[in-house]
């Protein structure tokens, strides 16, 4: 196509060219005509002037040019060219010096708005080297829910302290109350036989991950979508499927009042032990349960959909996220104070270095940088996961 555009623009340049010549030989007629004129005795300038005047403010019909498309010039440039022609066939040695000196000054632009100075990669690869670091020596792979006690202390500064962290602020007679008082009807339905024409495979260890009523994030809309609809949508096979209930719900059309029961829902889940005194199958992580869908994609020969469901079942659930979170936390504000207090040291003002950290109006330096900062802690985690052989040491959150 490049190629096709380049040969229509140099028959055009060939049709100007033709004209131009065209015009140049009737100006010359014109001038070999007029000297013929003065060699005559008879010859007035002064009547050859006021009849020229007169002949140039006799009206004329413009007669429009040709218009054509550019498949028909393409077309006329294939018949009457038939050599490859190249931007050097087309452009002159003035054109060809402004296109260079264009692109240097689109290259210094583009160096000034995103290249790294050396500060720069230095901040960024400080700050994933820490989180890096941070990950392996303090965040270790999760307990198995349904085989360790509530209050079992777990290994790992970081499990231990979440642990700690959620203990306190939900404990097992909070989460039992607002297990009662949040109920969510069909949207929690942890046997299959509570809903029609399903045939999978729920139970109450699954069904958190299964239904994305139970979704952090993805349940405050399928949460509330079945709650007002007597309905539950699972994830089976790789597909979102919306089933009907057997029983009942009576929560009114009020979309406030249901997001608020979700909400407590979602709360009395995350940290709810299990009747038997376990620590119990919390919620999963955010967008856990839509990662299982991919059940027909294959890493050395294992699937996706099943590594995720394993991981859920094997403890993975949000406070473990969470867990995993820490290390990504501490390198977002340790990398946003560094960036800070480069800005200010050049000149700018607190605020102005703050603002260009917040999402939304990320400057174009910071955002590279807080790719290569994810990217350095992601190499750590992998390198993790190599030493280990242990998938559940994968840091969900970077």
């Known amino acids: 196509m490049f190629e096709e555009q ?24 014109i001038e070999d005509l007029k000297r013929s004129l003065m060699s005559l005795d008879a010859f007035d300038e002064d009547e050859y002037q006021s009849a020229l005047e007169h002949e140039r403010s006799l ?14 010039i393409s077309h006329e440039a294939e018949q009457s060219i038939q050599h490859k022609v190249t931007l050097n066939d087309i452009l002159t040695r003035e054109d060809m010096e402004e296109v260079s000196t264009r692109i240097a000054h689109h290259i210094e632009d583009f160096n000034r708005e995103y290249s790294l100075d050396a500060w720069d990669y230095a901040i960024a690869g400080t700050c994933g080297l820490v989180a890096g670091m941070l990950d392996v020596m303090c965040v270790k792979s999760p307990v198995r829910s349904t085989a360790t ?26 989460s039992h109350k607002l297990s009662e008082s949040f109920r969510i009807g069909s949207a929690d339905t942890s046997m299959k036989g509570k809903l029609t024409s399903f045939s999978g495979k729920l139970s109450p260890y699954n069904h958190r991950l299964k239904e994305l009523s139970h979704d952090p994030v993805l349940g405050f809309i399928f949460g509330v979508y079945d709650m007002m609809n007597n309905s539950c949508t699972i994830i089976e096979d790789g597909r979102i499927t919306t089933y009907r ?42 967008f856990m349960g839509l990662l299982s869908m991919l059940r027909g994609v294959n890493i050395n020969g294992e699937s996706v959909g099943s590594n995720i469901e394993y991981m859920y079942l094997s403890g993975y659930d949000m406070r473990q996220f969470t867990v995993s979170s820490v290390p990504v936390a501490i390198m ?66 970077a």
Request: charged share 20%; net charge positive; aromatic share 8%.
């Open 245 to 286: 209930s057997a029983q009942a719900n009576d929560f009114g059309e009020n979309v406030f009042y249901v997001v608020g029961r979700m909400f407590g829902h979602l709360a009395s889940d995350i940290n709810a032990p299990s009747a038997s005194g376990n620590r119990g199958m919390g919620l999963p992580a955010p």
């Open 149 to 174: 006690r509530f209050n079992t202390p777990l290994e790992g500064t970081f499990n231990r302290a979440v642990q700690e962290a959620f203990n306190r602020i939900l404990p097992p007679d909070l």
């Open 332 to 397: 977002e504000i340790l990398l946003r104070a560094l960036w800070v207090i480069k800005g200010v040291n050049e000149g700018k003002t607190l605020w102005q270095s703050l603002s260009q950290t917040l999402p939304g109006n990320f400057h174009k330096k910071f955002r590279i940088m807080l790719a290569a900062s994810y990217g350095v802690l992601c190499a750590f985690n992998a390198g993790k996961i190599h030493v280990t052989h242990n998938i559940l040491d994968v840091n969900y959150a």
């Open 59 to 72: 009206p004329r019909e413009a007669i429009p040019l040709e218009r054509k498309t550019f498949r028909e």
């Open 6 to 29: 380049i040969k229509a623009v140099k028959h055009i340049q060939n049709m100007a060219g033709e004209t131009e010549a065209i015009h140049a030989d009737i100006d010359r007629g």
